[in-house]
């Protein structure tokens, strides 16, 4: 059975920073696309940030210059480092594993920033 478990979601004070992991379970990461995504309360969900089988990462404009993917196939774990945060980056973060035709979805973890 599959799982993505994520960790590290919290509250923070603008222009602070939080590091979030996905640890895997039941895949072998390196065979698959990793991202994160965020939904704020009322919003669709959104892309936040993806690295590819290779390594190749991409991100929206959003976040460009201040969050940074990274993954650990041997640990099965991606991270995202989130700076410079602002209350726009309130939202719960889903880890995605994308591959061999399947979609895998972490619960989430809430970030919420704030004063």
């Known amino acids: 059975q599959v799982q993505l478990v994520e960790s590290g979601g919290g509250l923070v004070q603008p222009g602070g920073s939080l590091r979030l992991s996905c640890a895997g379970s039941?895949?072998?990461?390196?065979?698959?696309?990793m991202g994160w995504y965020r939904q704020a309360p009322g919003k669709q969900r959104e892309l936040v940030a993806t690295?590819?089988?290779?390594?190749?990462?991409n991100y929206p404009d959003s976040v460009k210059g201040r969050f940074t993917i990274s993954r650990d196939n041997a640990k099965n774990t991606v991270y995202l480092q989130m700076n410079s945060l602002t209350p726009e980056d309130t939202a719960v973060y889903y880890c995605?594993?994308?591959?061999?035709?399947?979609?895998?979805w972490g619960q989430g973890t809430q970030v919420t920033v704030s004063s």
């Open positions: 995605n594993a994308r591959g061999l035709g399947n979609d895998h």
């Open positions: 690295a590819t089988k290779s390594g190749t990462t």
């Open positions: 039941g895949i072998i990461f390196r065979l698959y696309h």
